[in-house]
């Protein structure tokens, strides 16, 4: 059974301003591969579980493990924080995504 994938508002919010961005710019093939490549990391995510590199943190008091996943588009590449639960009824969650110049991730809208 593979996991269902959901994306967190931040993540959705993050990922229109990097569309929004590259769309005033023209760049149309970046955005059309950028749009083939997330579609294609959705559909394999989950299995990535055991490989992606992974980050452990301290979240509520609980150890939490976030995979990454690069996200190649062409020219840029993008770094997409998730996290995968153990039960497989349970969707991966998309938090966060930053480009390759940005030095930390953006919690905030």
Known sequence: MKHEVVATPLFVARLQEILDYYAE???????????????????NISAFNYIAPARKRLVNGKNVVLREYILKAGARDFLILYFVPQEESEPVLLLNIKDHVQRRFCWKH
């Open 25 to 43: 710019l023209g760049a149309v093939r970046f955005v059309e591969q950028l749009h083939h490549s997330y579609a294609e990391m959705v559909q």
